[in-house]
C-alpha cells in the first residue's frame, strides 16, 4: 500500500506536461508545437494516447459557435468595410440621419461581424455608447423603450414611462455627450398593426441633437419598403446585404478555425469539402458546419479501438444523421398524420415559389394542399381522403402545427398576420429533408425533391398546377 501511495503523483506528469504545452503561449507557438507533436513517430503517438486525444479536443474547442477571441471574421470582407465605415463615420460627425439596415439569413455572420467591427472601434480608442436590443428576447414590442432605457447612462424607469423616458433622452442632448450606438437585432419582431413603435424609433434620428448612429438587423431584405414607407422616404438606408455562405467560404472558415490552433490535420480536406457542399446546399448557416463537424470529431473517438485518426467521411455522415434525428421538430414531424404532412408540403412548396419570404399566406397554401389531395387520390397508391374541406383542414392544422412551435405561432396584430403562415426559427429545407423521408407517394417526392436548391425549381409544379 505505501509503493501505491508514493507512486501515485508520479503516474499523471506526463499528460499534465503534455496539455500545459499546447495551451499556453502564442497561437503561432501552439501551431509549431502542435505540428512537431503529428510529426513524431506514429507508432509512439498511437502508444501515448492522451496526445493524440490532444489534437481533438483543439479542434473541438476551435469549433465553438461564436467568433474565437481576437479573431475577425473570414470571407466577410466586402461587408466589413461598408459596415465600419458607416459607424466610424457616424460615431466622428456626431451621430448619423442614415440608418444602417442588414439583412441576410441566419448564420451568415450579421451580429457576428457588426460585433468585431465595434470592437475594432474600442481598440482604436474611439468614443460612445453601445446599446444592444435583440428583439427575439423582448415579451412584447414595447418592451423595446425600457431595454433600452435600462443600457442607457440615465436613471431606470418603470415600463410605463420608459418611451417618454427615452424620447426626452435624445431629444436633450449635448454636444459633449457620446454617441450612442443602437443596434436592434431581429429588428422584425418589433412590427405593429401600425408600426408606431418602429416609427417611434427611426424618429429619433431625426431629432437636432440625438447623437444617434442606429443599426438594424433583419432577415428580410425588403422591411422598409414593406412596412416602413415613412423611414424610406425621409432616410437615407445604407444596405448591407449578407448572402449565404458558398462551399468554398465554408470551407475556409473551418480551416482557419482549425489552423489557428495547429489541428487542421484531424479533418481530411474531403470531408471538409463534403460539409461545406451540403450546409451549402441547404441553407449556407455555418453554425451548422461547425455543430456536425465538432459531432464528427465524438462520433471519430467513440470508436473501439485504439487507433485515432483523421475524421473520416463516415464519421460525418453518421454526426449528420444524428444530429437531424436529434432534433425534437424533426421527430414531431416524423410523427405527424400523412393529411398533416402533405399540408406542409404546401407550406413548403409556396415558401419555395415566394423566395425570401418570411410567411405565406394561408389561403394560397391551402389552395396548393387541395391539389396536393388531389394528386395523391388519383396516384397508384389510390389513396382516398374524405371529402373534407381544404381549408377547413388547413386551419385545424395551421393552429395544430402552432402549438407544437413547428409554425411561429401568431400574437395578434402585433407581430403577425393570423392569415398568415410562418416559420420562425425552423429551416425551409430542413423541413422538406423531414418530409422526404417519410413520404411514400412518388408524386409527392417528385415535388419536394424537384424544389430543392440543388434542382431546378421550375418542375416543382408541373405536376399539381
Not at 171 to 187: G, K
Not at 421 to 433: C, R, T
Request: charged share 25%.
Amino acid at each position: 500500500m505505501g509503493r501505491v501511495a508514493r507512486e501515485t503523483p508520479v503516474t499523471p506528469v506526463k499528460p499534465h506536461r503534455g496539455k500545459k504545452r499546447v495551451s499556453t503561449g502564442t497561437v503561432e507557438d501552439r501551431q509549431l508545437k502542435t505540428c512537431k507533436l503529428v510529426q513524431k513517430d506514429q507508432a509512439v503517438i498511437e502508444s501515448r494516447g492522451e496526445s493524440t486525444l490532444t489534437r481533438y479536443e483543439l479542434a473541438s474547442s476551435a469549433l465553438k459557435p461564436g467568433l474565437p477571441k481576437g479573431s475577425s471574421l473570414p470571407c466577410r470582407e466586402a461587408e466589413r468595410e461598408k459596415i465600419s465605415t458607416h459607424l466610424r463615420n457616424g460615431v466622428v460627425q456626431g451621430g448619423s440621419s442614415q440608418v444602417l439596415y442588414i439583412s441576410g439569413m441566419p448564420g451568415t455572420g450579421k451580429t457576428a461581424l457588426f460585433l468585431e467591427v465595434l470592437e475594432q472601434m474600442r481598440t482604436n480608442r474611439m468614443s460612445f455608447h453601445f446599446v444592444h436590443i435583440n428583439g427575439m428576447r423582448l415579451s412584447t414590442p414595447m418592451q423595446v423603450f425600457r431595454d433600452i432605457s435600462d443600457q442607457l447612462p440615465c436613471a431606470p424607469v418603470s415600463n410605463s414611462e420608459s418611451r417618454n423616458h427615452v424620447n426626452n433622452f435624445f431629444s436633450t442632448r449635448t454636444d459633449r455627450d457620446p454617441v450612442v450606438v443602437l443596434l436592434i437585432d431581429e429588428i422584425d419582431c418589433l412590427k405593429t398593426g401600425n408600426q408606431a413603435i418602429l416609427y417611434t424609433v427611426f424618429d429619433w434620428l431625426g431629432m437636432p441633437n440625438s447623437r444617434l448612429v442606429l443599426a438594424s438587423i433583419s432577415n428580410t431584405m425588403d422591411l422598409p419598403e414593406r412596412l416602413l414607407p415613412r423611414v424610406a422616404s425621409r432616410f437615407h438606408i445604407e444596405r448591407v446585404d449578407f448572402a449565404p455562405y458558398t462551399r468554398d467560404q465554408i470551407v475556409e472558415i473551418l480551416q482557419n478555425r482549425l489552423d489557428a490552433v495547429g489541428a487542421l490535420n484531424v479533418f481530411g480536406d474531403v470531408v471538409l469539402r463534403f460539409c461545406g457542399a451540403r450546409v451549402a446546399a441547404n441553407s449556407g448557416d455555418v453554425r451548422k458546419a461547425l455543430q456536425v463537424c465538432r459531432r464528427a470529431i465524438q462520433v471519430c473517438l467513440s470508436e473501439p479501438t485504439a487507433e485515432h485518426g483523421q475524421v473520416k467521411l463516415a464519421h460525418f455522415q453518421v454526426a449528420e444523421k444524428e444530429l437531424l434525428f436529434a432534433s425534437p421538430v424533426h421527430q414531431a414531424i416524423l410523427n405527424l398524420s400523412v393529411k398533416t404532412r402533405h399540408f406542409l408540403a404546401a407550406v413548403v412548396l409556396e415558401f419555395r415559389l415566394h423566395e425570401d419570404a418570411e410567411a405565406v399566406l394561408l389561403q394560397t397554401v391551402s389552395a396548393r394542399f387541395k391539389k396536393i389531395l388531389a394528386m395523391v387520390a388519383g396516384g397508384e397508391n389510390k389513396c382516398e381522403y374524405p371529402s373534407e374541406d381544404s381549408e377547413d383542414m388547413a386551419q385545424v392544422f395551421t393552429r395544430r402545427l402552432e402549438a407544437m412551435s413547428i409554425f411561429a405561432k401568431p400574437c395578434g396584430s402585433q407581430c403577425f398576420d393570423s392569415r398568415a403562415i410562418y416559420l420562425g426559427a425552423l429551416d425551409l429545407e430542413d423541413l422538406a429533408s423531414a418530409l422526404l423521408e417519410k413520404e411514400e407517394d412518388p408524386a409527392v417526392r417528385e415535388v419536394l425533391e424537384a424544389g430543392s436548391p440543388n434542382l431546378s425549381p421550375k418542375r416543382i409544379f408541373k405536376s399539381i398546377d
